[in-house]
């Protein structure tokens, strides 16, 4: 009978572990805010201890390029937008402020890629 609790409660703090809630974009701790120009720059000198981890930045910059699922930043940084987020009210050229959780760089390209973006400022 005890051996069948302890079987019990194990699995119960299994499952609790594992389907834990995502934190939201909004409640993490911004590791960076400034332009984009300056973020490529710090990246480019340390990807790994960017890279690592669940590190979220806002960064302001011109919007480059835009598609139905996210943005492009000074043609180097890609924003995954949150899900129902709308691209159709933004424009090429236009300076934005956006907010993001990093998920990878490449180096060779030297692009950055962010997803679960959230524009802050038009």
């Known amino acids: 009978m005890i051996f069948v609790l302890i079987i019990a409660m194990g699995a119960?703090?299994?499952?609790?572990?594992a389907y834990?809630?995502?934190t939201a974009i909004a409640d993490m701790e911004v590791a960076f805010k400034g332009s984009a120009?300056?973020?490529?720059?710090?990246?480019?000198?340390?990807?790994?201890?960017?890279?690592?981890?669940?590190?979220?930045?806002?960064?302001?910059?011109?919007?480059t390029a835009k598609d139905e699922k996210g943005i492009s930043l000074n043609e180097s940084i890609y924003f995954q937008l949150a899900e129902g987020?709308?691209?159709?009210?933004?424009?090429?050229?236009?300076?934005?402020?956006i907010i993001g959780r990093i998920i990878g760089y490449d180096d060779l390209m030297e692009e950055l890629k962010l997803d679960k973006a959230i524009i802050v400022k038009k």
């Open 12 to 17: 119960y703090i299994g499952y609790s572990y």
């Open 85 to 97: 987020t709308a691209t159709d009210d933004l424009a090429e050229n236009q300076k934005i402020k």
């Open 20 to 22: 834990q809630p995502h």
């Open 37 to 63: 120009e300056d973020f490529l720059e710090k990246i480019k000198e340390n990807a790994e201890e960017w890279t690592q981890g669940e590190k979220v930045v806002e960064l302001t910059g011109k919007i």
